[in-house]
């Protein structure tokens, strides 16, 4: 299952190490994103739950194994024996990880695997496409949530991304805070309020907007959200109040001056005594134009919100990588780091031990080895997932993970939570005994006089 689902360089390193008789070395590695995209000064951890469903599932099957053999570049590595080891392979590993919905910042590993070579080497593909887009959502939903403040948001983003990719897109969003989306597969999967009302073709096929409206409160009436700006914004709110009164449930503005527009329609609405129908707004929204809306007072209560989301349009892609820290070699485990300019990697395995002020904000993180004492009054944000390929519990349920997402973002230091780049930055710090680490590995790699790289 996704077997396929990799870059070709991952089979023929994986062929490489079968055939040099290195399947038996455990290797550990890492995933962790090196700098934060521009505007960002935190990030929320998501994709696991797709992750450990790949890792529990990794198979490959002869159709699959035929095709491998097709590829020029594979081909002399496809023997009868490691034909035979890909069919009986399984990940057999064990996996660390930060729950989704954690806060994280640059440079902490969200992802350790201690597996097999070859697992450890195969996985890396597909576990960065995993969690790499869906932290990317969820933590530019989380930016749109806390801009919105007391109105809610909802995820209209399908149309305008691959369709399987929408499904996770609109989980990730789910999770830290939206409260619904327009993805009907996403709600069948993964119990999401599914929510939509009708677009402007519905008033077009009608002979008039007064015939559209009444036509959808008939066939809805405990759903009546009517989109009232195909012709004229105003002349559609009154229409809207006039017909379906008190099964009114809401209009949407899709276009205009969203502020300015908001402000007529509730005027009309609460004139028409539809005090209880809601404004939602919708039409290339961001977290900045969000925010705007909200300073100006804007009476809207739901932002549908697509584009702008679901392809992260100011940083759509977020740079997680995976990297090798430590292998077994005769029984001894080996820290291993790069000590390439502005590429270096922390040796060994990690913990992030993280610690919080009197308020519950967030006021220390430390990236340590692994087995370091936790210090009274840390949290290690790493926690077991899987043992030898099984998972050490069933999947978390989305609530938990929303729930976690919502007290992580509310404890950011204050000022985190801006949108731009004013204000203060927050990094991990690095243990003395991992900063001790750092300079031996690179002393016999390199020589100690050598500043090829800091860091991660």
Request: charged share 25%; net charge negative; with cysteine.
């Amino acid at each position: 299952m996704d077997a396929l689902r990799t870059d070709l360089y991952q089979l023929t390193m994986a062929a490489g190490y079968f055939h040099r008789g290195m399947t038996g070395r455990q290797a550990t590695c890492e995933m962790f994103v090196r700098r934060l995209p521009a505007h960002r000064r935190y990030l929320v951890a998501m994709g696991l739950e797709r992750a450990l469903a790949y890792l529990e599932g990794l198979r490959f099957d002869e159709e699959e194994i035929a095709f491998l053999a097709t590829i020029p570049n594979l081909r002399d590595a496809m023997t009868p024996a490691f034909c035979a080891y890909l069919r009986d392979l399984r990940f057999t590993g064990d996996a660390w990880a930060m729950p989704e919905g954690t806060v994280l910042f640059a440079g902490e590993p969200l992802v350790r695997i201690t597996a097999p070579l070859v697992e450890a080497q195969l996985v890396e593909t597909f576990l960065l496409s995993a969690v790499n887009h869906a932290t990317m959502v969820a933590s530019k939903a989380a930016r749109m949530v806390l801009a919105a403040g007391d109105a809610t948001c909802v995820e209209f983003g399908t149309r305008r991304t691959h369709p399987e990719a929408a499904v996770d897109a609109a989980r990730a969003a789910c999770a830290v805070g939206f409260v619904g989306t327009s993805n009907v597969e996403a709600g069948r999967r993964h119990g999401l309020p599914v929510t939509g009302t009708a677009a402007h073709m519905w008033t077009m096929a009608h002979e008039t907007e007064e015939d559209a409206f009444e036509a959808y409160v008939a066939v809805f009436p405990s759903a009546s959200i009517l989109l009232i700006d195909t012709y004229d914004t105003i002349r559609g709110a009154e229409r809207a109040a006039s017909v379906a009164r008190d099964k009114l449930k809401g209009v949407r503005l899709d276009s205009g001056d969203l502020g300015d527009l908001s402000r007529r329609v509730r005027a009309i609405l609460d004139a028409a005594g539809c005090t209880t129908a809601r404004i939602v707004a919708s039409g290339d929204l961001n977290e900045y134009r969000v925010a705007e809306l909200r300073r100006a007072g804007a009476p809207i209560d739901v932002y549908g919100i697509g584009t702008e989301l679901v392809a992260s349009a100011d940083a759509p892609a977020l740079g997680g990588v995976y990297k090798l820290v430590e292998l077994v070699l005769d029984g001894r485990a080996v820290p291993i780091a790069k000590f390439s300019a502005d590429k270096a990697t922390l040796p060994g395995r990690h913990q992030v031990l993280r610690t919080r002020d009197a308020e519950g904000r967030i006021a220390r993180d430390v990236i340590a080895i692994d087995d370091e004492p936790v210090p009274p009054g840390a949290e290690p944000l790493l926690v077991p997932v899987m043992r030898a390929g099984r998972r050490v519990a069933p999947p978390e349920p989305l609530d938990a993970v929303r729930a976690r997402a919502r007290a992580g973002l509310a404890s950011l230091p204050a000022g985190l939570d801006a949108l731009d780049d004013a204000g203060p930055a927050f990094a991990p710090q690095i243990s003395p005994r991992l900063a001790a680490l750092v300079e031996q590995v690179r002393a016999s790699h390199v020589g100690p006089a050598h500043a090829g790289g800091k860091g991660t």
